[in-house]
T-cell receptor, first 113, second 115 residues
Framework: DTAVSQTPKYLVTQMGNDKSIKCEQN?????MYWYKQDSKKFLKIMFS???????INETVPNRFSPKSPDKAHLNLHINSLELGDSAVYFC????????????FGPGTRLTVL | AQTVTQSQPEMSVQEAETVTLSCTYD???????LFWYKQPPSRQMILVIR??????QNATENRFSVNFQKAAKSFSLKISDSQLGDAAMYFC????????????FGTGTSLTVIP
């Protein structure tokens, strides 16, 4: 009965590779997000989708490309991985409107060697 | 853009004692939402408590309560009867009604509970 799931939970890869992180929510929410948490625990919004449409696209290298095939899924693809991409990536979802908190996935720890 | 400031990078509290974590924010909006999230070592983000800006009454959830001062743009979290399981990183978050219902997070406060 997992609300927001991410795969994989851990990802170790070499510089220059391309990788994807998948996110799925079974809460019926219409808005999904990607955050990056760096080594100092700072949470930075990367993208947000509402009903499969991109509504927030913060200053993120264009090597990062989100894809939302439907309202329940928001995947993150990263091209040409760099050392600085090492971080924990969180997917979250919420229902558009008042008073609604975000529900977070368990995070994906990405390590680029 | 809204900013959220947590001025205490680290705090500690004795088990069973009370601790208050500070949070201030900057906004020109009149209607918004505030949250406290907890991130234990497992790294799962867990909602602790939330507050609607138009409600004057401070939110309470068991041992957790907030002191919401709208004019001062302050939203502190009080943890009473601290338990070992409260040890975690705590994030204050502001949710705007505009710009895609975006959330803005503070930099976090690491809470240590001393047995």
């Amino acid at each position: 009965d997992t609300a927001v799931s991410q795969t994989p939970k851990y990802l170790v890869t070499q510089m220059g590779n391309d990788k994807s992180i998948k996110c799925e929510q079974n809460l019926g929410h219409d808005t999904m997000y990607w955050y990056k948490q760096d080594s100092k625990k700072f949470l930075k919004i990367m993208f947000s989708y509402n009903n499969k449409e991109l509504i927030i696209n913060e200053t993120v290298p264009n090597r990062f490309s989100p894809k939302s095939p439907d309202k329940a899924h928001l995947n993150l693809h990263i091209n040409s991985l760099e050392l600085g991409d090492s971080a924990v990536y969180f997917c979250a979802s919420s229902q558009w409107g008042r008073y609604n908190e975000q529900f977070f996935g368990p995070g994906t720890r990405l390590t680029v060697l | 853009a809204q900013t959220v400031t947590q001025s205490q990078p680290e705090m500690s509290v004795q088990e069973a004692e009370t601790v208050t974590l500070s949070c201030t924010y900057d906004t020109s909006e009149s209607d918004y939402y505030l949250f406290w999230y907890k991130q234990p070592p497992s790294r799962q983000m867990i909602l602790v408590i939330r507050q609607e800006a138009y409600k004057q009454q401070n939110a309470t959830e068991n041992r957790f309560s907030v002191n919401f001062q709208k004019a001062a743009k302050s939203f502190s979290l009080k943890i009473s009867d601290s338990q070992l399981g409260d040890a975690a990183m705590y994030f204050c978050a502001y949710r705007t009604q505009n710009t895609g219902n975006q959330f803005y997070f503070g930099t976090g406060t690491s809470l240590t509970v001393i047995p």
